[in-house]
Structure formats: structure tokens, C-alpha cells
């Protein structure tokens, strides 16, 4: 169920009869860089048009309650003590960050408040950061605390390593909220700054396909990769005590010592390493316009992820092979964190829609499975809805 603010606005007046303040939260797409943010290293996200809304007002008494329009289910808070639940599995998001508004001193009033959006689950797309983010915006909008943009990214981040149990990097929190419209982001994840890379595609425009796939081990397997990561950080540092972390190591220094790397740590450590200096290259690539040069280096991480870093699946795999063969595409690769959602395509927009169908009968002819295609537009990070845009849908 696709919803738009004015749905969100709409059951919230239902529900609580009440005029609320309305924020949008974009989830993102990453066009370079994957796995490299906990690594200290480079990405490219940005926010885009598959959004959650949030509406909230005080309440009328000292309850508060979140009303999730998908599960079309309430939950009262205990603001006093939020607690990670084990039902409904939702509010954990957002109990963790009620949580971290108390560790951090942020006085919170009893509320009331609805949410839902179209960001797709499960796609890659980071509904769970754009949740966090906004619900994290809306309580500092709705309770005057005027949170600076950072504080809210990281609270969101714990929430995810605390209250969901993946211990995420920063780049998903950061593109919802920092997003800016027609731009890329160019994030070192070390010192957290970042510029914006105008996302001039001219005739070419970003397709995303959704294998409609998410295989279980997302999560374990993420962790997995964290701590590989650290491992050979680890074995290095003895050698070269300025390695703090993977963006430190060269693939010289990962070659020379390549026999004392226990199971798969140095192939995961290889590719991590190529992946930062690809994001430099790339990042040059989109700057001068060469788009041809830029996709390839999409395919490049593509192969990087599926065989060194194995996040892959066999879905994505046949999805960017495919892709490979149309003559429209320049480049085309998994995106997030793996095991199943999109692969982000770079498509010459006149052959875009030929594309998404020929893409759609191949994949239902090879795995039974109906494919989603979302055509994305680039957007501001996380906001208060514009009143336009409320006119606009009503
Ligand atoms: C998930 C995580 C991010 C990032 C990507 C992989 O989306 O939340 O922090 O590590 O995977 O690039």
C-alpha cells in the first residue's frame, strides 16, 4: 500500500482529531561505495522519492501512541522507560530513538503520532533508517528541541545497532537526512564531512530492479562482514601501527602479508580496499561527466561484492547480468547492504521503459518471481512536508 502524506494526514485526523505537524523522511539509493562506510571509507547515497511520513501532535491526556498505518496497529509508549518489545517488531525502531532522546537529554511531551509512507521494505532502500530519521525529526520538531542534523543521524544509528541488532554504518541515516535534491552525496566516513556532487545523468536517468528477495541471513551475514573487516585490521596493525582501519590499508600492504589471513579475511579486506579508492575514481568520473567510465566501475563493484565479499545472490547476480547485455544500460550493480532487494541501474531514459519490461520477463521466466522497477528522482533529506505538496494530493 502506496500512502502520501495526505493519507498519513488524513487517518491521523481520523484517529485523534487533531490538526498534526507533518514530516517526510526519503529513504535512499547509493550509487558507489557499498560496505565501505563502517570502514571509514567513501559513498555516494542519496535521498530519493520512496518516502515515510510522520504526523504528530501533543496528546490529550499523558498517553502516548504510534499508530503504524501498514500494520494498521497502535502502540502506547512508556516514555518513561522505552524498552526494546518483542511485538510488534516496528516500534523498535523508534524506541530507540525515544530511548537515546532520554540519554541525551532531550525532553520529550506525551504525543500522539501516525506514520507510514512507500519506501519498499526489504528493497535496500533503508525504510528502516527513514524511520528512524523521521521520527527522530518529528519529535525535535514537535518539541522545539531544533536538534542539529548530525545528532539525529547518529542517535538514529544506535537505535539501529541497539534496538534492531545490525551494527549499520552511517551512510543510510546520513542520505535521508541529508539529502539534497538532484545531487549525490560524497561522504567520507571517517570525518564525516561531505560535499554534493551535482547528479548531472543528461540522457540517462537511474532505474532501480527489486528482486523482490530478501534471504534471511542479511543481518547475521552483515555483522559477519563487520567483524572479518576488523580482523584484518587487526592483523595489520602490528605491521603498520597508523592502520586504524581498512581506509588506511593498501592493497600492497594486504598483498604482502596475504598468507597470514585466516579463511576468507583477506578476500573480504581486498575488496573493501579496491571499493574506497573506486569511490575516489568515480566520484572524479561523475564530476568531468563521464558516465561511461562511472558505470563501468558500478559492474566492477558488482563483481567485487558478489565473489570477494559474497553479499550477493543468485537473483541479483542474474539481474545485473542481464543488464550487462542491454545496450541502454552504462552500469549496473547490487545495492546495500546484499542478500536480495535492488540493483541500481544507470539507463539511457529513452530506453528505459523496454528495459524494465524485457528485465521483468527474463526474471519471471528464470525465477517465477514478479520483479518491481522503480524509476527514482533525487530529493531533499528528511523535512517537514511543504503545504504545496498537501494540496497537491488532496
Ligand atoms: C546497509 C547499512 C549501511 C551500509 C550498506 C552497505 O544499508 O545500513 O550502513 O553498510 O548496508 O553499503
Redesign the pocket.
Known sequence: MDLRPSDVQSRFKEIFNREPLLIRSPGRI?LI??????NDGF?MPAAVDKEIYFAISGSSDERSVIYSVKYNERFEVDLENPKPVDHPKWVNFLLGVLFQFKENGYPVKPFYCVFGGNVPLGA?M?S??AMECGFAFALSEYNLLNIPRLKIITMAQWA?HHYVG?K?????QFASVMGKEGHAIVLDCRSLTHRYAPLDLSEYGIVLCDTKVKHSLVDSE?NTRRKECESGVRLLHPFYPQVKSLRDVSPEMLGKHRREFPGKVYQRCLYVVQEILRVQEASRDLDQGNLKAFGQKMFQTHDGLSQLYEVSCKELDFLVAEAKKDQGVLGSRMM???FGGCTINLVRNDLADSFISEMRAKYLEAFSIEMAAYRVKVVQGTSRVPDEELTFWT
Request: a negative charge; aromatic letters at 8%; hydrophobic letters at 20%.
Open positions: 547509493n561505495g557499498e560496505h565501505t562506510d563502517y559513498v535496500g533503508s528502516s533508517a539501529e545490525v549499520c554504518g552511517i551512510m543510510d552483515y546495500g547492504g546484499g
